[in-house]
DNA sequence: CACGAGACCTGTTCGC
DNA sequence: TGCGAACAGGTCTCGT
């Protein structure tokens, strides 16, 4: 499920008061943190769930640890845990969820922090794709990520300057995590609709007020689904509900928001690619 | 440097 | 009904 704002509802919960008490359902919204708490122990049901250290390591390691704090960063979540910081990447199917004692585990749980008072922190993943890392510096990990979309650095000229530096079509690029970090494919589509920009312009064509346009758009659909925690699909379910605001996105053949025109399907770097073929123009190459 | 293909995984849905 | 193909929120590596 994990594009940014799924990844910011997840930390947001993770940050939680530790003395809510636990719903009856997993649902995100309800469920206690987990700032404050002690690790007691943890089991790894997917070995290769752990990037680093080995299994043996990354348990003894963490054992005894504090958790101080859960940030995002990217599409990462980041646990605070002096002197170490423990990563998680959900990629396409990982989820989080924090059960109190004695909760059995699910089918696709591949790794459980026990924490000192019975509660636990369970890493849920579907398809085995997620990661996670526990490092002395975040940024051995972290190093290669782009500018946040939010971050106060990222001025629309300086946007504007970092498309121009590349010659990529401009949906790839977005979904470059070196080049901004948290868009995935639903975001780009709907962002690129918002701006009315075709997904494979060439970034250097953009002009001034496109790529202002297009931060813009970044920045505004990313907050519109935040504040409805995410996208829920398919069996995937986080309680979010921006799924049913998407323009273009899983919405091929229906009829365009603005023009009527019937919504494309084209798949660009084996990603399936949404977009209104009308309100969307591909300019010509110059 | 930019891009496509293949890997890594499991599960659901679609088409015949 | 059955069965294989296509597809799914991500990212890495390799070859051209």
Redesign the pocket.
Known sequence: ???LP?VETIVNALKHPIDWPFPADTGLALQPGVVGRRIAFVDVL?D?TVATPGVDEFKSRVRGLAICGVARR???VLIDLPPLTMLI?????GDLRVVEAGTPLL??DRLRITFEDGAMLVFND????GRVWLVDDPDEILH?LGLDPFAAELTPGAFYDALH?????IK??L????FI????????DEALFRAKIHP?T???QLTPVEAANLLQAIRDVLVESIARN?????????G?S??NHFKV??CTGEPCEICGTPIE?I??????THFCPNCQLLKPFA
């Open positions: 499920m994990p594009e799924e997917w290769r990217g599409k990462f990447h959900l990629r396409m199917s089918t696709h579907t398809r085995k794709f290669n530096k590349k010659h990529s079509r790839p690029l979904l470059d995590q070196r970090a948290g868009l995935g494919n639903i975001y780009s494979l060439l970034s250097n995410g996208s829920s699909i398919d069996w995937v379910y986080r979010g921006f799924q996105y899983q399907r798949v660009l770097g084996q990603r399936s």
